[in-house]
Structures are given as C-alpha cells and as structure tokens.
C-alpha cells in the first residue's frame, strides 16, 4: 500500500507555482530573441520590453534597440541605449556602438561620432566602432581622423575581407588631402596678392588725393598771392599819381 505524504502535497503548489514564475520571468527574454533572430521585430518588442522591465537579462536592451532600429524607429531604440547605459551588467561597449549606428541612421553623425568614441575607449581593441567611426568621419569630411581610424582598423583587424577597399579609401584621402593642401596655399597665396593689390590701390589713391590737396594748395596759393599783387599795385599807383587842380599855386 503506497502512503500519501500530505507534507510533500501541500509543498508541491508552492514548488510550481515559484517554477512557473521563473520559467514565465525567463521566457520574456527567450521568446524576444527567438522572435528577434526570426525577424519578427515588431512581435519581439513587447517581449523584449517586459524583458528590460524586469531586468531578467542585460542583453534585452541590446536587442530591444536593435528591434526599434530595425523598424526606423530610431529614437526609440536610442533611448533605449541610453537607459541601459546606466544599468549594471549591461555590455556598455556593445550598447555604445549600437547607439553609433542608430546615430548615424539618422544623420547625426557628430553623436556617432561620439558614441563610437565611447566604445572604443570602453575597449580600444573593438575593431567594429572603429570601421564605423572611419565612415562617419568621413561622412562629417573629417578626412585625416577618417584615414587614420581606417588604418587603425587594419591593424586590428590585418585578415579583414574589405582589406583592398579600405585601403583604396585611404590612398584616396591620401590624395584629397594632398589637393586640399594645395588649394588651400593657392587660396592663401591669392589672398595674399589681393590684400598686397589692395594695399597698392590704397596706397596710389592716398598719393593722388595727397597730391590734388597739394595742387589745390599751390591754387589758392597763387590766387591769393595775385590777389596780394594787385592790391599793391593799386595802393602805389595812389601815392605817386600827381593830382592836377587847373590852377596855379597863388603862393607863386
């Protein structure tokens, strides 16, 4: 006869109902990623965010930003990077690249820049952040930090597939930069020709305005002095001229 251990029965529920929860806490997590590596992101999300609500798995913010970026909904998925920047245990160099990317999606590329910085700095032998960091770079027209992250890249990463790209890139910024160089002296040496140019305009009229003001100087000059002449002459001619009266002098 098999005896029933009350004990052991009134324990069971317990036993279950705390194993149902951990398995429900833990497949939220589960059930995200499978739906996410099947690319079923909009089906993912409510997973992966109660997931992130829960804190089951560090990783969920990593692959709930990766859904929202999937579905261009950029800002959400950057907001959720940024949220799990300041929660422990997440992988900060993987969420900084991702905000990168994201970043860069939309265009901004002076916040790509800054978040592949991040990431690097997190680990400088990520190779990953410091391709994208290239691109943006040269995105932004920032063509010497450009070849030399690309450089960069190839030091880490010497077997890479896109190794002869990468180096044609570089050759050609290599040249941009060699003819930037030198329209930029041309530039600076035409400016200095006309800064010199306007220097001598300014020069040669100063002399012409000096030398009318002389002209006009030596006019009046001469007028006055003409002037001074013939006003002389009219007071001498007064007191040497003789006065005839019509009569003799009767003192004669």
Known sequence: ????????????????V??????????????GEELFRTGKFSEAVPQLEKAVESGENP???IYL???????????????????????????KKVIAFDAGNISFAMGNYAAAENWYTMAI????SYSAPVLNRANTRLKAGKYEDSKADY?????????????????TIISMLTQQMENEEKAEAIRVEQERK?????????????????????????LLEDVASSLQDAASE?????AEGTVDYGYESELE
């Open 1 to 16: 006869m098999v005896r029933f251990d009350f004990r052991s029965f009134l324990f069971l529920p317990l036993a279950l």
């Open 18 to 31: 705390f194993c149902i929860g951990a398995q429900a806490q833990s497949s939220a997590f589960s059930s």
């Open 59 to 61: 990783k969920a913010y």
């Open 65 to 91: 930003a990766l859904c929202y970026q999937q579905m261009k909904e950029y800002e959400k998925g950057l907001a959720v990077l940024e949220r799990g920047m300041d929660v422990p245990g997440t992988n």
């Open 121 to 124: 700095a997190a680990d400088p």
């Open 151 to 167: 450089v960069n890249y190839l030091g880490l990463e010497p077997e890479t597939p896109q190794g002869n790209s990468i180096k």
């Open 194 to 218: 006309q800064k010199e140019e306007a220097q001598r305009i300014a020069a040669e009229r100063t002399r012409l305005e000096q030398e009318e003001a002389t002209r006009r100087k030596k």
């Open 234 to 238: 009219n007071m001498s001619a007064g």
